[in-house]
């Protein structure tokens, strides 16, 4: 396949900075098919040695030199492997020279300060977030949502749960989510437990089209999965939710990372970032 490209995303520590720049960055690319492979922890000589082997090979194997993309801090390491047969985009080498000369001051060069342990108190505030969202998924806990940073409603599988668990995960937000159903539809208004959190609410539509699909993937056949009641779910859905003044976002062409970012602008809700 002529535009299939071999990528390694390099790193001293755990590979997330490589990963989440390279991939920015190979978005731009359209009719490319990146074969992608993480190497993390290449913090010695020989672990260097390891990595330009399998990139070599992979040069060899497919007759086009790869790309790295590499995280290494250490510029000994990091010059050991712009050695290999590849095309080494250094993020470190590219952003640290020029920061150094406008602050005029040497930078550390300590490698995974940005996923240590530096600040204990944002890693144990990011650990609580995860720990809140996950007991506050779908419903299945009502307790201390006086706690929740924001809660997510709307029908069952319109990506409540995904976007909770990035929203704590990746943003540290004590996120809770909950689910409108028929009941709620038939009463017209929303659940007893959540309506005394109306200002924290956040509402989740999708077309119905779309609900129709993932609901046919989770029960083929059944009358959950139906048209007709993914498209009536949908409907009450967005009604009551107008009716309660609760903003929402459409999720079915969106992505997790959007709807989060999204979600913490409009409740202007602050990201961690750890």
Avoid: W
Avoid at 122 to 132: G, L, T
Wanted: contains cysteine; proline residues 5%; charged residues 25%.
């Amino acid at each position: 396949m002529p535009n299939r490209r071999a990528v390694f995303f390099v790193s001293d520590r755990t590979g997330i900075t490589a990963e989440a720049l390279g991939n920015s960055l190979l978005t731009q690319f359209d009719g490319f098919e990146f074969r992608k492979i993480t190497i993390p922890f290449v913090d010695s000589p020989e672990a260097a040695d390891r990595a330009i082997a399998q990139i070599n090979e992979s040069a060899e194997r497919d007759g086009k030199r790869p790309i790295v993309i590499s995280s290494i801090v250490d510029e000994k390491l990091s010059e050991r492997v712009r050695e290999s047969n590849a095309r080494v985009l250094d993020f470190f080498q590219a952003f640290i020279a020029p920061l150094e000369q406008e602050l005029s001051a040497k930078s550390s060069h300590a490698a995974g300060r940005s996923h240590g342990l530096r600040n204990s108190q944002e890693y144990f505030s990011r650990i609580e977030a995860i720990n809140f969202t996950l007991a506050h998924d779908d419903g299945q806990s009502t307790k201390e949502l006086h706690r929740a940073q924001v809660i997510l409603v709307g029908v069952s599988r319109c990506g409540k749960t995904p976007t909770s668990l990035y929203l704590g995960l990746q943003c540290g937000i004590r996120c809770a989510n909950f689910p409108l159903t028929p009941e709620d539809f038939e009463r017209g208004t929303l659940p007893d437990s959540i309506l005394p959190h109306r200002e924290k609410l956040f509402g989740l539509t999708i077309a119905s089209e779309r609900l129709q699909a993932i609901r046919q993937e989770r029960r083929p056949d059944s009358p959950y999965a139906s048209a007709t009641q993914c498209k009536r779910e949908v409907l009450a859905a967005e009604r009551l939710m107008e009716s309660a003044g609760i903003p929402m976002l459409n999720s079915s062409t969106k992505s997790i990372e959007e709807l989060a970012t999204t979600i913490l602008l409009q409740r202007n809700l602050d990201r961690h970032i750890f």
